[in-house]
């Protein structure tokens, strides 16, 4: 793996997307405009919003760059630039990681941009504070960015790559503990939860919002967010097939 072989292919990413605005939109724009939306949904209901917010900050920001990764990475794969990017000296992990730095850079941006709005413009409390709010909601697009990868191999289709999201993530968004706490959910609904990162990406973000210290907990819970993104990245990697 070459360094600089990699941010050469993130340069790649960020000055492709740069000129696509509806994917900037929905990168940028959409997850701000989904709280501010919500927050009059629960106008006579501030608590309940005030809760369910930055546990939305860790999901948004997985969800928005899972579905951009995965559907501008199958584009790489079906226009033929992957096959032609295999057949220069560039390795798996330069193209996979390239990928993973520059949607994670789109992901910090997102984050910075929905936390301000969170923490700001809506006056959502957070007895954490904004740093440890940010560093969850830039895993949470680190986590998406990864699966975005790996999810991408097995699609044939851009079409292919959105059925991913009912499939693969809405599960896991009804038992993550948004709607229904995970000590009331049936047991194997409990142990279905208990395997998969979007839990622990909101978990994380509700650690920060009751706790005004960094807890135990909340330090397992990401730890499992990048180790879950690190066993995605990797088995991305091994899905790209070098043209012969």
């Given at each position: 793996m070459s360094i600089r072989k990699t941010l050469a292919t993130s340069k790649r990413v960020l000055s492709q997307l740069r000129h696509d605005r509806r994917t900037i939109a929905l990168i940028f724009i959409v997850p701000p405009a989904l709280l501010i939306i919500l927050k009059y949904v629960f106008q006579g209901e501030q608590r309940v919003f005030h809760s369910i917010a930055p546990m939305l900050l860790g999901i948004f920001p997985m969800i928005i760059m899972f579905l951009i990764t995965s559907i501008v990475t199958l584009r790489e794969r079906s226009s033929?630039?992957?096959?032609?990017?295999?057949?220069?000296?560039?390795?798996?992990?330069?193209?996979?990681?390239?990928?993973?730095?520059?949607?994670?850079?789109?992901?910090?941006?997102?984050?910075?941009?929905?936390?301000?709005?969170?923490?700001?413009?809506?006056?959502?409390?957070?007895?954490?504070?904004?740093?440890?709010?940010?560093?969850?909601?830039?895993?949470?697009?680190?986590?998406?960015?990864?699966?975005?990868?790996?999810?991408?191999?097995?699609?044939?289709?851009?079409?292919?790559?959105?059925?991913?999201?009912?499939?693969?993530?809405?599960?896991?968004?009804?038992?993550c503990g948004l709607f229904v706490a995970r000590a009331e959910m049936a047991k194997p609904l409990q142990w279905f939860s208990d395997s998969m990162p979007l839990t622990y990406s909101v978990d994380a973000m509700k650690q920060v919002t009751i706790h005004t210290t960094w807890t135990t907990t909340l330090t397992r819970d990401l730890i499992i967010v990048v180790s879950f993104a690190i066993v995605a990245l990797i088995l991305g990697s091994a899905t790209i097939r070098r043209q012969e």
């Open positions: 033929g630039t992957l096959d032609r990017l295999m057949t220069m000296p560039i390795s798996k992990s330069d193209f996979v990681f390239g990928y993973a730095i520059a949607f994670c850079l789109l992901g910090f941006v997102q984050a910075l941009i929905s936390g301000g709005v969170m923490l700001g413009l809506l006056h959502v409390t957070v007895l954490g504070g904004t740093l440890p709010t940010m560093i969850v909601a830039v895993l949470a697009a680190f986590l998406g960015t990864a699966i975005g990868l790996l999810t991408s191999a097995f699609a044939r289709s851009e079409f292919q790559a959105v059925q991913f999201l009912p499939a693969f993530i809405f599960p896991q968004l009804l038992v």
